[in-house]
């Protein structure tokens, strides 16, 4: 066996309903279902998702949008000086950028303000405001932030700067007082479409304020509609998706000159392409320097200074990634050796001088580790602080649980999946103590078992271009529309093998229903060593398309794998235990010894066993269920090895048989040879067997264990006896078979033994295993003997 990773849970859905969506909307039952799993359950949305169709929302049904528009225009036509109030993640970044646009097109005498991730922190601050007004600044417009500033807001009312705020983070229970807040999520909201990201909300401002729809906002309202990990649904399904049909024909130049460090074509663009390649870019920059830099990119109108922008943001990235994966190990550490995983449903790690503008990143990589909820802090002990990101899982909602600790978190704001907070240091241990004690009241282990959902299990028939093709209507992928996941159960393996330059992917055909297609598994090559080529493979991922010199082919993404019978390792033909021990991965494994003599040649790990099975009585004690077994040496007999395995249910065999010296390959005397040789010792009994048998052997082309085997066997049946190495013909003998000698019949079952075990094919031993095991014999004919 090999279990899976995760848990696969395949959605349910009406068959019937599925098959009503099929023939109405002319797709196939696969999509139909999928289409189901997302909610969409008639034909009408599910034409409008698929193809198209559906319009944005009036912005004016954001409450407080008339009162923000009325100001805005008033600041424009007093050209009083507007201050736009950003964040500095790709989200606020892209915010930032769509409203100074949208400012500057209008007529405005605007400017932007992100604050410093590391002196200032995240969100509106008193001492910015202050010196906004100081400049003069007459109204402030906050983007994808604001929604927590109390005390800003305040502030702003104090200086008699007119506050307007949009955003999407989750409202606290007492909202700030501002002239307006735009965000679709306030109580009592009539909006259509809750789930707007802070670049969304920006989006709508701007509607607004053109009176019509600023398509040419979309290429920009995309990236934070992607990065920000919000729903795919609704109105962020037509930005995300109208937004990557503009990026591929944009005439940004920032764009274009990041795409092009980021080795990226237009025409390719997709919603992974911004997530993986655009988003990291931007973020990096508030990460690790200021964010402001991102949004001149944006804004940029000079070819040379986009240029040079994109260079330095890649290189930050760059830097990041190292930041990143040097952190990680350290806090990996931090785990293993404080708060093991066993005793901890909450981790909150930290430590002085972990940067504090990638500690979020390394949250998501502890949650992907670990699968629990995850602080990461970076403590500044000259102020006392700790500034933290938080990750989670399905079962634990951050921001939920986090405000009932609200007295130890002066500042803190974000979703049910990820959070941002300052504390004291002194109140990291009471905050870490609070955090477990929810989530061993809210969690069951379960809840610590990594899910995959699934769309459906399908066959590799299924496996077509044409449905693969279909199914790209459902792209853009994200949030709520994720991409479709599907299993295939127990396979055929056509071949396997491990690629790139460290062998730490997996590439494999699996075959079925006369078909076959292509899988890669990126960094599952580490299977490769767990997998039987014999086995039936279960697999879960991705459809895809390969396209490779014009050539397009349908192609798996594997992202777990399973086998869910009990496997066979054909190791036979090691030398030494040295090369068995080479053989075997790095797993808990029970060696099974027939023979004690090979004890203190084993040498087993800190998580093996080793038993010796030389009786029925022991064989049969022996405890495999759900074991890795290594069957080192020969049986002594079938009765003993039957009753190892009988009855029981190991997960894997690796089958050595080592034995010195086979008995297959020396010369098995026929009822000729005994004839002959009976006759020779009636013509020179008494015969010396230890001084002349070796030449007699030689002369006949024998072995002398050929003659000592003979000698043994007449022996037995009384025709000779045997003293000091004389061998004399008895006087007297009874005719007798040779087969009642136990000597013969040793010879003849461990001959036989070592052909079924030994010299057989996989095929073959594999079904003497099932038929020992009681399990269905794929090749009777192998057996027969056996039985």
Same mark, same amino acid.
């Given at each position: 066996?090999?279990?899976?990773?995760?848990?696969?849970?395949?959605?349910?859905?009406?068959?019937?309903?599925?098959?009503?969506?099929?023939?109405?909307l002319?797709?196939?039952?696969?999509?139909?279902?999928?289409?189901?799993?997302?909610?969409?359950?008639?034909?009408?949305?599910?034409?409008?998702?698929?193809?198209?169709?559906?319009?944005?929302?009036?912005?004016?049904?954001?409450?407080?949008? %008339?009162?923000?528009?009325?100001?805005?225009?008033?600041?424009?036509?007093?050209?009083?000086?507007?201050?736009?109030?950003g964040?500095?993640?790709?989200?606020?970044?892209?915010?930032t950028? &769509?409203?100074?646009?949208?400012?500057?097109?209008?007529?405005?005498?605007?400017?932007?303000?992100?604050?410093d991730?590391?002196?200032?922190?995240?969100?509106?601050?008193?001492?910015?405001?202050?010196?906004?007004?100081?400049?003069?600044?007459?109204?402030?417009?906050?983007?994808?932030t604001?929604?927590?500033?109390?005390?800003?807001?305040e502030?702003a009312?104090?200086?008699?700067?007119?506050?307007?705020?949009?955003?999407?983070?989750?409202?606290?229970?007492?909202?700030?007082?501002?002239?307006?807040?735009?965000?679709?999520?306030?109580?009592?909201?009539?909006?259509p479409?809750?789930?707007?990201?802070g #670049?969304?909300?920006?989006?709508?401002?701007?509607?607004?304020?053109y009176?019509k729809?600023?398509?040419?906002?979309?290429?920009?309202?995309?990236?934070?509609?992607?990065?920000?990990?919000?729903?795919?649904?609704?109105?962020?399904?037509?930005?995300?998706?109208?937004?990557?049909?503009?990026?591929?024909?944009?005439?940004?130049?920032?764009?274009?000159?990041i795409?092009? &460090?980021?080795? &990226?074509?237009?025409?390719?663009?997709?919603?992974?392409?911004?997530?993986?390649?655009?988003?990291?870019?931007?973020?990096?920059?508030?990460?690790?320097?200021?964010?402001?830099?991102?949004? %001149?990119?944006?804004?940029?109108?000079?070819?040379?200074?986009?240029?040079?922008?994109?260079?330095?943001?890649?290189?930050?990235?760059?830097?990041?990634?190292?930041i990143?994966?040097?952190?990680?190990?350290?806090?990996?550490?931090?785990?293993?050796?404080?708060?093991?995983?066993?005793?901890?449903? #909450?981790? #909150?790690?930290?430590?002085?001088?972990?940067?504090?503008?990638?500690?979020?990143?390394?949250?998501?990589k502890?949650?992907?580790?670990?699968?629990?909820?995850?602080?990461v802090?970076?403590?500044?002990?000259?102020?006392?602080?700790?500034?933290?990101?938080?990750?989670?899982?399905?079962?634990?909602?951050?921001?939920?649980?986090?405000?009932?600790?609200?007295?130890?978190?002066?500042?803190?704001?974000?979703?049910?999946?990820?959070?941002?907070?300052?504390?004291?240091?002194?109140?990291?241990?009471?905050?870490?103590?609070?955090?477990?004690?929810?989530?061993?009241?809210?969690?069951?282990?379960?809840?610590?078992?990594?899910?995959?959902?699934?769309?459906?299990?399908?066959?590799?028939?299924?496996?077509?271009?044409e449905?693969?093709?279909?199914?790209?209507?459902?792209?853009?992928?994200?949030?709520?529309?994720?991409?479709?996941?599907?299993?295939?159960?127990?396979?055929?393996?056509?071949?396997?093998?491990?690629?790139?330059?460290?062998?730490?992917?997996?590439k494999?055909?699996?075959?079925?229903?006369?078909?076959?297609?292509?899988?890669?598994?990126?960094?599952?090559?580490k299977?490769?060593?767990?997998?039987?080529?014999?086995?039936?493979?279960?697999?879960?991922?991705?459809?895809?398309?390969?396209?490779?010199?014009?050539?397009?082919?349908?192609?798996?993404?594997?992202?777990?794998?399973?086998?869910?019978h009990?496997?066979?390792?054909?190791?036979?033909?090691?030398?030494?235990?040295?090369?068995?021990?080479?053989?075997?991965?790095?797993?808990?494994?029970?060696?099974?010894?027939?023979?004690?003599?090979?004890?203190?040649?084993?040498?087993?790990?800190?998580?093996?066993?080793?038993?010796?099975?030389?009786?029925?009585?022991?064989?049969?004690?022996?405890?495999?269920?759900?074991?890795?077994?290594?069957?080192?040496?020969?049986?002594?007999?079938?009765?003993?090895?039957?009753?190892?395995?009988?009855?029981?249910?190991?997960?894997?065999?690796?089958?050595?048989?080592?034995?010195?010296?086979?008995?297959?390959?020396?010369?098995?005397?026929?009822? %000729?040879?005994?004839?002959?040789?009976?006759?020779?010792?009636?013509?020179?009994?008494?015969?010396?067997?230890?001084?002349?048998?070796?030449?007699?052997?030689?002369?006949?082309?024998?072995?002398?264990?050929?003659?000592?085997?003979?000698?043994?066997?007449?022996?037995?049946?009384?025709?000779?006896?045997?003293?000091?190495?004389?061998?004399?013909?008895?006087?007297?003998?009874?005719?007798?078979?040779?087969?009642?000698?136990?000597?013969?019949q %040793?010879?003849?079952?461990?001959?036989?033994?070592?052909?079924?075990?030994?010299?057989s094919?996989?095929?073959?031993?594999?079904?003497?295993?099932?038929?020992?095991?009681?399990?269905?014999?794929?090749?009777?004919?192998?057996?027969?003997?056996?039985?």
């Open positions: 066996m090999l279990h899976s990773k995760t848990r696969w849970i395949v959605r349910d859905y009406d068959l019937g309903t599925a098959e009503k969506l099929a023939e109405e002319n797709i196939s039952p696969l999509v139909s279902s999928m289409l189901l799993n997302r909610g969409i359950d008639n034909s009408d949305s599910a034409r409008t998702f698929l193809f198209g169709g559906q319009d944005f929302h009036d912005p004016f049904l954001l409450e407080g949008m %008339d009162r923000a528009v009325a100001r805005i225009q008033e600041a424009i036509a007093n050209q009083e000086p507007i201050l736009i109030y964040d500095y993640d790709a989200d606020g970044v892209s915010s950028t &769509v409203l100074m646009i949208t400012l500057r097109e209008l007529g405005a005498n605007v400017s932007f303000y992100i604050p991730r590391f002196s200032e922190g995240y969100g509106p601050n008193e001492a910015a405001f202050r010196k906004a007004a100081e400049s003069g600044i007459e109204l402030i417009i906050t983007v994808d604001g929604i927590a500033a109390i005390h800003e807001a502030i009312r104090e200086l008699n700067v007119n506050l307007i705020i949009t955003d999407h983070h989750e409202p606290g229970p007492v909202l700030p007082e501002a002239l307006a807040i735009i965000h679709p999520k306030l109580p009592g909201s009539n909006y479409f809750r789930e707007l990201a #670049v969304g909300v920006a989006f709508k401002v701007a509607h607004a304020l009176g729809l600023p398509e040419h906002l979309l290429e920009i309202a995309v990236i934070g509609t992607i990065a920000d990990l919000v729903s795919l649904t609704g109105e962020n399904r037509l930005i995300a998706k109208k937004g990557i049909e503009k990026l591929k024909s944009t005439k940004n130049i920032g764009i274009k000159a795409f092009k &460090v980021a080795g &990226v074509e237009l025409q390719t663009i997709n919603e992974e392409t911004i997530g993986f390649s655009l988003a990291p870019r931007i973020n990096a920059v508030g990460r690790l320097e200021h964010a402001s830099m991102a949004v %001149d990119l944006l804004l940029s109108d000079n070819m040379e200074e986009a240029a040079e922008l994109a260079h330095e943001m890649d290189s930050l990235n760059k830097e990041r990634q190292a990143v994966q040097s952190i990680t190990l350290e806090a990996i550490e931090q785990v293993e050796k404080e708060f093991p995983p066993d005793s901890n449903k #909450v981790l #909150v790690v930290g430590k002085e001088g972990w940067h504090a503008g990638v500690i979020g990143i390394v949250a998501s502890l949650v992907e580790r670990y699968y629990r909820p995850v602080i802090l970076s403590y500044d002990r000259e102020k006392g602080l700790a500034k933290g990101s938080a990750r989670s899982i399905p079962g634990f909602d951050l921001f939920k649980n986090l405000s009932t600790t609200r007295e130890l978190l002066p500042h803190f704001g974000g979703h049910p999946m990820a959070a941002g907070m300052t504390l004291k240091l002194e109140d990291v241990a009471e905050l870490r103590r609070r955090l477990n004690q929810l989530a061993e009241m809210q969690m069951s282990d379960d809840d610590f078992i990594p899910v995959m959902q699934l769309d459906a299990e399908i066959s590799i028939s299924d496996c077509t271009l449905i693969l093709e279909e199914l790209q209507l459902l792209a853009p992928y994200g949030m709520d529309n994720p991409k479709p996941r599907i299993s295939i159960e127990n396979a055929e393996i056509s071949t396997i093998r491990k690629i790139g330059s460290d062998h730490n992917h997996l494999l055909t699996l075959a079925g229903d006369e078909k076959s297609v292509d899988a890669i598994g990126f960094g599952l090559g299977f490769f060593d767990h997998i039987s080529p014999a086995s039936r493979l279960s697999i879960a991922g991705e459809l895809s398309i390969n396209e490779w010199n014009n050539i397009r082919k349908p192609q798996i993404m594997l992202q777990d794998i399973a086998v869910r009990w496997q066979l390792f054909d190791i036979r033909g090691v030398r030494s235990f040295g090369s068995l021990r080479a053989k075997l991965p790095d797993i808990s494994k029970i060696f099974v010894l027939f023979d004690r003599q090979y004890l203190q040649a084993i040498v087993p790990g800190e998580k093996d066993e080793v038993i010796v099975a030389d009786t029925i009585e022991t064989a049969e004690a022996a405890r495999l269920d759900g074991a890795s077994i290594v069957l080192v040496d020969m049986p002594p007999s079938k009765a003993i090895f039957n009753a190892l395995l009988a009855g029981k249910c190991p997960e894997r065999m690796y089958a050595a048989f080592y034995k010195e010296n086979s008995e297959f390959f020396s010369t098995i005397p026929g009822r %000729d040879h005994f004839k002959w040789y009976y006759a020779f010792l009636l013509k020179n009994s008494p015969f010396d067997i230890n001084k002349y048998g070796g030449l007699l052997a030689k002369r006949r082309g024998w072995t002398k264990e050929t003659i000592d085997f003979m000698s043994e066997v007449f022996f037995e049946l009384e025709f000779v006896t045997i003293n000091n190495g004389l061998i004399s013909v008895a006087k007297t003998s009874n005719k007798r078979d040779l087969a009642e000698s136990q000597t013969y %040793d010879k003849q079952a461990h001959i036989a033994l070592e052909q079924d075990l030994l010299f094919s996989y095929g073959q031993l594999k079904s003497l295993f099932a038929q020992i095991l009681a399990e269905p014999v794929e090749n009777e004919e192998a057996v027969k003997e056996w039985i």
